[in-house]
């Protein structure tokens, strides 16, 4: 069990920056940047877009110290943006801003991924979260990558918060996923042999010059190509900060299930892709109303069952690792839906997409 207290963790949110006039997205980072430099430093940049901005958190040696610096950050991000008459909100997609109106933030690299990606690249208006966990192995990262491939979906599942798109309801928890995936090299990975299989899957990428580096690889979980982290990149921005802490906790301790697995000569079973895929599709459709596919039993399955029978499997984890509080809020979570759940129930009231980015902003902040 020891092996498993080092997990470190970390986050990254990308937040939408909204006029509270208009609810529209707006541009603002270049003069975030110039007045909030000194004060944020590197836990915050740009992104893509002017309208979006990137947080990261500090390297954290638990959940709870995560849970602190989280909440920390969105309350100091939240004050400064109030007093330059502007709010940040947490949400995968903006109801209804439309991706022609935003401007590209000057940097080498985003401009080069709208010369090489098109039409695909302009149109990628959407929020992500993207939790890392510490594993110094390289080896190790890649059995634990084959064997959460398959709890991609369950996580989805809970994370889901855009329901949204260009002022639709699009019949999906999280259209996010659909259009991230118009991206090559995203979705679900392969397995890998090893560590060594995945750097040749890489040389053959960069010699052939299909990507120049390993931060083109956009998997919904890969080994980080900085850092000695596994990072899962599936989650929509979670609106909740409670929300973004609990799936973390979530992932960490599965990732430390993987490893008590492996330290004991077992392994969690390998599954097809493309049935994984159609897990995921079901969880990008409709979250945790989902049924998905019990690959042992197959037949589908409730989430709502599938996800009790993951608490019983990483319940032995849980109090090693100091994670009880927030794993207990995936209940809560299960029980009152996601975020796109509340969009969706906030906007049938009036059918008023300035409702939701209003209760969007109030909840990104809710308990920080």
């Known amino acids: 069990m020891e092996e498993i207290k080092k997990l470190t963790l970390g986050i990254e949110e990308e937040y939408q920056i909204i006029d509270p006039k208009t609810r529209e997205l707006t541009s603002f980072i270049s003069e975030f940047l110039e007045k909030g430099a000194m004060i944020f430093k590197d836990q915050v940049k740009p992104e893509l877009l002017q309208s979006q901005i990137e947080i990261g958190s500090n390297v954290c040696s638990d959940i709870n110290q995560l849970e602190?610096?989280?909440?920390?950050?969105?309350?100091?991000?939240?004050?400064?943006?109030?007093?330059?008459?502007?709010?940040?909100?947490?949400?995968?997609?903006?109801?209804?801003?439309?991706?022609?109106?935003?401007?590209v933030t000057d940097k080498d690299r985003y401009h080069g991924l709208f010369d090489s990606m098109q039409y695909v690249a302009k149109r990628l208006l959407i929020f992500g979260m993207h939790v890392h966990v510490g594993i110094e192995d390289r080896n190790l990262q890649i059995d634990v990558m084959n064997q959460m491939r398959?709890?991609?979906?369950?996580?989805?599942?809970?994370?889901?918060?855009?329901?949204?798109?260009?002022?639709?309801?699009?019949?999906?928890?999280?259209?996010?996923?659909?259009?991230?995936?118009d991206l090559p090299r995203t979705g679900i990975p392969e397995n890998f042999d090893s560590f060594q299989s995945y750097q040749r899957y890489l040389k053959t990428l960069i010699d052939s010059n299909t990507i120049d580096d390993p931060s083109k690889i956009w998997w919904d979980m890969r080994p980080h190509h900085n850092y000695s982290t596994l990072e899962f990149r599936i989650c929509d921005c979670t609106t909740k900060a409670d929300e973004a802490i609990s799936i973390a906790a979530l992932i960490q301790a599965l990732v430390a299930k993987m490893i008590l697995l492996k330290n004991n000569n077992q392994t969690w079973r390998k599954y097809r892709g493309s049935l994984i895929n159609e897990n995921k599709w079901r969880a990008i459709k409709s979250g945790v109303d989902s049924h998905l596919i019990d690959f042992g039993k197959q037949k589908e399955v409730d989430f709502k069952d599938l996800f009790y029978e993951m608490m019983d499997f990483i319940d032995d984890v849980v109090d090693v690792l100091g994670s009880r509080k927030q794993i207990d809020y995936l209940e809560t979570m299960?029980?009152?839906?996601?975020?796109?759940d509340r969009q969706l129930n906030v906007y049938a009231k009036n059918n008023d997409l300035n409702d939701v980015v209003d209760s969007l902003i109030s909840e990104t902040l809710d308990g920080c």
């Open 68 to 103: 602190d610096d989280l909440k920390s950050i969105r309350s100091s991000l939240g004050n400064f943006f109030n007093e330059s008459w502007k709010k940040i909100a947490a949400a995968g997609t903006h109801p209804f801003s439309h991706w022609r109106d935003q401007i």
């Open 150 to 181: 398959y709890f991609m979906p369950h996580i989805l599942c809970l994370s889901t918060s855009s329901p949204f798109w260009l002022g639709e309801a699009t019949g999906f928890k999280s259209y996010r996923s659909i259009i991230f995936e």
């Open 334 to 340: 299960l029980e009152m839906g996601t975020s796109a």
